[in-house]
């Protein structure tokens, strides 16, 4: 077995509303970044897991995200492995 | 008789003592369950009550939907049993698939924690056979995610089956942008799920039981349940 880093992000499903990304597009448009034109707030989950293999690791976080991680009414999820993780330091 | 009803405590919770206290004044008999505790044998029906189940966090009734207490709930809810979800408890039952939608961030991003003008929708129902077709009730609210959303087609369900029981209403009944502060897709207060059995809404009814608390208008929920097991022969 391997362990492996991921990334979960969980963002709000296009098309519903956002208030707090709406706040923050005010905010940056107050301070004058007029260039913006859209923000959408989401979380980030990092977590290790052992697993056989990377495509193991990314199915145990898929069914993660489909039982807990997200709502699958109101949000979206994208799941990126971002290598294998230092193996647990043993005490000599 | 009346009526056992079991109220779930989550850590967290913390309108528990308040459901208790409102099953006792509606003549029903109260009993608290542990969240961790398998308990639900004998009774007649559940309340799920308002707080902050685990800190709210991840999102709001997300990992409460997970206790031990859940599952037994989620099968009583099954079998037909009646379930109240008031507040957290609503966005538990979301969380838990009894009842369609989510519940999410108010779109003023403020925690909102006023008295609120509701419109009964539907009085047909073991909830709401207490009040009239179109009353006008005022009770607290006490929430930060009570932002009702679901798809365009759960939406025409629930209006064109009679399933949302409550609305937000400005102080004439009137849905108004104004009368709507949590931004809930058609002013949506308090649904059912199609069978009737598990009802949730964001209002506080627990919190509008007593004159001296300055609303009784939550009564009529505790009050039409409670009539309900009895002609239903709840012991």
Redesign the interface.
């Known amino acids: 077995m391997k362990r492996y880093q991921l990334e979960i992000r969980v963002v709000?499903r296009a098309g519903?509303?956002d208030?707090?990304g709406k706040?923050i597009h005010h905010a940056l448009h107050a301070l004058g970044y007029a260039a913006v034109e859209g923000v959408r707030v989401g979380k980030a989950i990092a977590l290790e897991l052992e697993a056989s293999s990377e495509d193991a690791a990314r199915a145990q976080a898929e069914e993660m995200c489909r039982k807990?991680?997200a709502?699958p009414?109101?949000e979206d999820f994208q799941i990126a492995v971002m290598g294998e993780a230092a193996p647990t330091g043993r005490r000599a | 008789m009346s009526g056992r009803l079991v109220v779930v405590t989550f850590p967290g919770s913390n309108c528990d003592q308040d459901c208790y206290h409102a099953v006792e004044l509606a003549g029903g008999e109260p009993s608290y369950l542990w969240h961790r505790e398998h308990g639900l044998a004998g009774a007649d029906a559940v309340v799920l009550p308002g707080g902050f189940s685990y800190g709210d966090y991840?999102?709001a009734g997300?990992?409460a939907r997970?206790s031990p207490t859940m599952e037994d709930v989620i099968t009583f809810a099954r079998r037909g049993g009646p379930v109240l979800a008031i507040c957290n408890g609503f966005q538990i039952a979301?969380?838990a698939g009894l009842l369609?939608?989510?519940l999410?961030?108010?779109?003023?991003?403020r925690f909102h924690a006023f008295d609120q003008h509701l419109r009964v929708e539907n009085n047909e129902t073991l909830w709401t056979s207490s009040y009239e077709r179109g009353q006008i009730l005022r009770m607290p609210v006490a929430h930060g995610e009570g932002?009702y959303?679901?798809?365009r087609e759960t939406l025409d369900g629930l209006d064109g089956e009679g399933r949302v029981l409550f609305r937000y209403v400005d102080a004439a009944g009137r849905v108004t942008e104004e009368g709507n502060p949590n931004?809930s897709a058609n002013a949506i207060a308090g649904i059912v799920n199609q069978e009737g059995n598990v009802m949730g809404l964001m209002p506080h009814p627990d919190r509008a039981m007593e004159a001296a608390l300055g609303s009784v208008d939550g009564r009529g929920i505790f009050e039409s349940l409670v009539r309900h097991l009895s002609a239903v022969g709840a012991r």
Not at chain 2, 104 to 109: A, G, H
């Open positions: 709000p519903l509303l208030p707090q706040a807990l991680l709502n009414v109101t | 991840l999102r997300a990992i997970f979301c969380e369609p939608g989510a999410i961030r108010n779109r003023t991003l932002n959303e679901a798809d931004g």
